[in-house]
């Protein structure tokens, strides 16, 4: 009798434990599975005199735009309004006229998903009144806030480079030089539903476009943009 009750105990034991394996990898599954919508691609941006045009100019593995693609690289291209010498004889009207950014922009930062500095696709993107400075903020789980680039060639100056203005990276800065917390929403536990680092926060431009103010949660700091340095 006693080894007729044994065996079945063994078997709801080992029932029971390979349910609860099953349980809680399903359980488990779920939570990594759980989604939401996707945040949006920004496509350009304008600055705050709504002067300046940031365009991000994705390219893929595939034209065909009906099904998944991969991006392959993302292109950064700095614009001005246009202005008209003969505005006089022209139409006149409440819009604001841009230029064919494909056939020359002010300068423009160029990304591949093959580089080593790492592929940037859909940051959120600050530009300053003057074109001068580009910050680029990532929104994935990357150890990297922010990238500030600056522009190579100014206007009256002599060219340094014949090729094309890609702009200079000022500096990359991470998440817990702005942010240091042993609870930050950049860990592992990584969702589309995860506050962004940034998440809550405002961003503000010195008058002489030199230094990018980040405020939250009663917190002040601020960018030196010609250097990357932070200051409280």
């Known amino acids: 009798m006693v080894v007729y009750f044994v065996y079945p105990l063994r078997g709801l034991m080992h029932r029971w434990m390979l349910f609860s394996y099953v349980f809680v990898g399903m359980l488990f ?3 990594r599975s759980y989604a ?5 691609c920004v496509g350009a941006t ?10 991000n100019d994705l390219t893929f593995d595939d034209p065909d735009e009906t099904h998944i693609r991969k ?4 292109t950064f291209h700095i614009v001005q309004q246009v202005n008209e010498p003969n505005s006089g004889l022209r139409m006149s009207g409440p819009d604001h006229y841009w230029p ?5 922009s002010l300068w423009s930062v160029p990304f591949s998903s093959d580089q080593s500095l790492g592929f940037v696709a859909c940051p959120y993107v600050l530009v ?8 680029l903020l990532e929104n994935g789980p990357s150890r990297t806030a922010l990238r ?8 009256g100056q002599l060219r340094i480079d014949k090729g094309p203005d890609h702009g200079v990276l000022v500096r990359a800065i991470s998440v817990d030089e702005i942010r240091p917390s042993p609870s930050s929403v950049m860990g592992r536990n990584w969702t589309d539903h995860t506050p962004q680092w940034y998440s809550g926060g405002d961003w503000i431009f010195s008058k002489d476009n030199r230094t990018l103010v980040f405020r939250m949660e009663n917190n002040s700091l601020q960018i030196d943009l010609a250097t990357g340095l932070i200051s409280k």
């Not at 304008?46 to 365009?55: E, F, K, P, R």
């Not at 991006?71 to 993302?74: D, L, N, R, V």
């Not at 500030?148 to 206007?155: A, F, L, M, N, T």
Request: glycine share 6%; aromatic share 6%.
């Open 29 to 31: 599954s779920a939570l």
């Open 148 to 155: 500030i680039y600056r522009r190579r060639e100014h206007p």
């Open 71 to 74: 991006a392959t690289g993302s």
């Open 128 to 135: 300053t009144d003057d074109a001068e400075f580009l910050i």
């Open 36 to 40: 939401g919508p996707l945040s949006a």
């Open 100 to 104: 064919q950014w494909s056939l020359g």
């Open 46 to 55: 304008l600055s705050a005199n709504q002067h300046v045009l940031v365009i």
